[in-house]
């Protein structure tokens, strides 16, 4: 199946700080990769489409200051956490869209914010 | 709205044992439905997958069987050894690109 990577896997950092974690297609081009949150025990969340070109679509409630999105190529999209506070601390997700629609995600990076 | 529900959030199966996990959702213009398996730490991983036009789908020891009449979709899993035990998520995809997520199921397997 397609790969998808993340790097970091995870990271702390401090609060105030920006973070960028960066999600590649490592044998397939994604002209859309998208972005989830996931609390413990709970479900992934989507945050925002990334659209390799253009600019990302937002889901409600989400922060595009605050959260990033940068698409530049057809293998990666990075996304970068702004003025991070303890409360974005989570594990944060990202897929990748195949041509034929299947969506493969990456192993996820876990932030926390001290 | 869209919405994906799961009957159960916890299922412990004996090994060996078939198991089923269910999904409900509520979308009636939903036309692709996947399977993702979760373990502790990590990215979802691609179970299988089926399209609208289908009914039912085998993969090497899992099934996807999709009732569009009551909107319910399930995946079996045969002879569950340990390693299958993980959380199940079923997924739909919408007319815009996008997947939703059910609230999961956690299968535990015990020897």
């Known amino acids: 199946g397609a790969v998808v990577s993340q790097h970091p896997s995870w990271v702390i950092c401090k609060s105030g700080t920006s973070v960028k974690i960066e999600c590649r297609s490592l044998?397939?081009?994604?002209?859309?990769m998208f972005w989830y949150r996931q609390f413990p025990k709970q479900s992934l969340m989507l945050m925002a489409t990334?659209?390799?070109?253009?600019?990302?679509?937002?889901e409600q409630g989400v922060e595009k200051d605050k959260f990033l999105i940068n698409h530049a190529s057809l293998t990666l999209s990075t996304l970068t956490v702004t003025s991070a506070h303890p409360e974005d601390s989570s594990f944060y997700i990202c897929?990748?869209?195949?041509?034929?629609?299947?969506?493969?995600f990456g192993p996820g990076t876990r932030l926390t914010v001290t | 709205g869209e919405s994906v529900g799961l009957h159960l959030p916890t299922l412990s199966v004996q090994e060996g044992d078939n198991s089923i996990i269910n999904c409900a959702y509520s979308n009636s213009a939903s036309d692709y439905f996947i399977w993702y398996k979760q373990e502790s730490g990590k990215g979802p991983q691609f179970i299988i997958d089926?399209?609208?036009?289908?009914d039912k789908r085998q993969g090497q020891r899992v099934t996807v069987l999709l009732n569009k009449t009551v909107k319910h979709l399930s995946l079996q899993i045969a002879a569950t050894q340990p390693g299958d035990s993980a959380v199940y998520f079923c997924?739909?995809?919408?007319?815009?690109?996008?997947?939703?997520f059910g609230t999961g199921t956690r299968l535990l397997v015990s020897p």
């Open positions: 044998d397939f081009q994604a002209t859309t």
């Open positions: 089926i399209r609208s036009n289908m």
């Open positions: 897929s990748a869209r195949t041509a034929t629609a299947e969506q493969y």
């Open positions: 997924a739909m995809n919408t007319g815009f690109q996008k997947l939703v």
């Open positions: 990334s659209n390799e070109g253009s600019k990302a679509t937002y």
